[in-house]
């Protein structure tokens, strides 16, 4: 599974984004699909996830701000990000979790770079 993820760029804050991230595989099937983050000097966090059921989770720091979704016709998982803030600057990596026998495969995106100006 490759999955290749766009829509990053450069914002001021209270401006909006929307990242996309397209998998090389039908996603229908894919136990989970998300969005974490890596700020410079910080970790890796997980931003927002979505279950292959629909089931959605965020950061505490995005709650109200970021609304992940996705579709299953074009392999797209989106992340519309709305009110951005100078503290949401990272680089952004799309990630699905696929079942493997029994267990799961983690596959992850080339990372976009979100910048947000004061």
């Not at 699909?33 to 059921?53: C, D, F, H, N």
């Not at 609304?67 to 990596?93: C, F, G, H, W």
């Amino acid at each position: 599974v490759q999955l290749q993820a766009s829509g990053g760029g450069l914002v001021q804050a209270g401006g909006s984004l929307r990242l996309s991230c397209v998998a090389s595989d039908n996603i229908f099937s894919f136990d989970v699909m998300g969005w974490y983050r890596q700020a410079p000097g910080k970790q890796r966090e997980l931003v927002a996830g979505i279950t292959s059921g629909g089931r959605l989770n965020y950061a505490d720091s995005v709650m109200g701000r970021f609304t992940i979704s996705r579709d299953n016709a074009k392999n797209t998982v989106y992340l519309q990000m709305n009110v951005l803030k100078p503290e949401d600057t990272a680089v952004y990596y799309c990630y699905a979790r696929v079942k493997y026998g029994l267990g799961f495969r983690e596959y992850w995106g080339q990372g976009t770079l979100v910048t947000v100006s004061s």
